[in-house]
């Protein structure tokens, strides 16, 4: 079975499997129908990674040390995710964080309520799409302070907010540790092909 390398990625379209939370794993690259997926898994052509997680509504951090050498989230479709500068020992803080329906964040609800007067007063097609906008950027907005908290002492080195209108699809993000220092990418593909890998 294939380790994740960089060029490995840059050449395969790679998803992640689920895993219970985030944490250390050891796990696999499986082959399936036109791409590869990271799943738990052991024995022969397994390798550790550091695996950091998903909820809605909530941030997820992990410490990524050299116990690892390749990190991976679920796939992001309108989170963001946020390293730290590294530490002296090179260990590196790394967030995961989600809006989905914003009902802890008075900024977020307010947007949604304007939203839902303009739908109801049936406004234009062209004013709820400016909502709409207003929404994903104040979703962005509290998704980066979040982080940014989450991440204060550590100081925020890297950070990708996967609302980019470019991205047709959700991308696959991804940590890989070469001589000691963590170096962050991301995936961008459709089903079955590599669009590009992209450092942040």
């Known amino acids: 079975m294939p380790l994740p390398t960089l060029d490995f990625m840059k050449n395969n ?5 689920v895993f219970p939370r985030s944490g250390k794993y050891s796990a696999v690259c499986v082959e399936k129908s036109g791409y590869y997926q990271i799943e738990q898994g052991q024995g022969q052509g397994s390798f550790d990674i550091y695996f950091c997680g998903y909820s809605h509504d909530q941030t997820h951090m992990i410490a990524l040390g050299s116990d690892a050498d390749f990190c991976f989230t679920p796939k992001m479709d309108g989170c963001s995710f946020a390293a ?12 995961h964080a ?42 962005m907005e509290s998704q980066q302070k979040d982080l940014g908290v989450a991440l204060g002492p550590f100081g925020v080195n890297n950070l990708l907010d996967q609302h980019n209108p470019s ?15 963590w170096k962050f ?3 961008v593909a459709n089903s079955k092909t590599v669009k590009g890998v992209h450092e942040f």
Not at 84 to 95: E, F, I, K, L, R
Not at 167 to 181: L, N
Request: charged share 25%.
């Open 13 to 17: 379209v790679v998803k992640v499997g």
């Open 84 to 95: 730290s500068a590294p530490s002296p020992d090179g260990t590196v803080m790394v967030g």
């Open 98 to 139: 989600n809006i989905h329906d914003g009902i802890n964040n008075p900024e977020v609800v307010a947007v949604e309520n304007l939203v839902n007067k303009a739908r109801d007063k049936n406004k234009s097609f062209e004013t709820l799409c400016k909502l709409m906008d207003l929404k994903r950027e104040t979703i």
């Open 167 to 181: 991205y047709t699809s959700p991308i696959t993000t991804f940590g890989i540790r070469d001589s000691g220092t």
């Open 185 to 187: 990418y991301f995936q």
